[in-house]
């Protein structure tokens, strides 16, 4: 009944995690899908993202939506910044819950669907989740954080896991253990094209401050010909752009891409087929078991 296939002819109500721009990036490719398929979407983000959206969907409908107040103090100390946040992020997540039922009296959707937001859904309309991450990769004494996860996820009607179950990329983080899920394979906002590879490119991603840190190393990095990057330097081979099509063509054109080993580049690689090599975000136990399992690209 929730598979992506069978999701047609709708008026859904969509909105992503802004744990640096990977979530955004990745729903686009899962959104033009669903207009594919002849649905309506309305996006729900935050208000700098409107342009990005719009310049993929020029005619879509979007909402000014708070994304999560997380505050990272950039020393790889994840856990830590989030337990010292805690409760504010509760808050935030049954704020979302409210908000979410409004809009959907307001816009009279269908559908909801969450990429990796705890508390976009509605008790009034089915609600689904999108993730990668069906098991957390976490260290002993963080196991509790797993059923934190899997209470917040079992509040949907379903899950949508974004791998491909015969050709994994995400390895033991996506295997599931849910009856309400399934594998929708994997997006990317770009698509596989003809450009010659002929650049090698870095890539500025993940949550501030540590977009700043990867920023400063790959500056170091005279092999590099361009950086896109959300962070103005005064190198000039940084390239910032609110308007993403302006530069994916650099990404169709990459031999290698450097960055943050998040799972939506690793998918970028992958749909792209060029090289990677990636570093995980320092702290964060996702990005450091993703590296691992892709040796290639790191």
Known sequence: ????????????????????????SRSIGVIRVLIQQG?????????????????YFPSIEFIDFPGYPFQFSGKGNFTADLWKTRTELQKFILKEMEEVEKITVQHQPSLVISDHRYGFRSSIIPSIFITHQVQLALKWWQKPAQFIHRRYMSS???????DD???????????????NASF??????????????DIILGVVNGPAPYNQQLLEKLVQNPTIDVIISPITHTDSR?????????????????KKIYGYAGYSTIMDIVILKT??????????????YLAKLHPRLS
């Open 1 to 24: 009944m929730y598979e992506l296939e069978s999701i047609k002819d709708q008026r859904i109500l969509y909105s992503y995690l802004n744990w640096g721009k990977g979530h955004l």
């Open 39 to 55: 649905n309506t979407v309305i996006v729900a983000g935050e208000s700098q993202d409107k342009s990005i959206i719009q310049s």
């Open 156 to 162: 949907f009607n379903h899950i949508w896991i974004m």
């Open 165 to 179: 179950k015969k050709s994994s990329i995400a390895g033991k983080l996506s295997q599931n253990t849910l009856k």
């Open 184 to 197: 929708i394979g994997h997006f990317s906002r770009l698509e596989e094209t003809n450009f010659p590879k």
């Open 238 to 254: 940084v390239i910032q752009a609110a308007n993403w099509q302006e530069v994916d063509n650099y990404f169709h054109r990459a």
């Open 275 to 288: 090289q990677g090599a990636l570093i995980p975000t320092p702290g964060q136990t996702e990005q450091v």
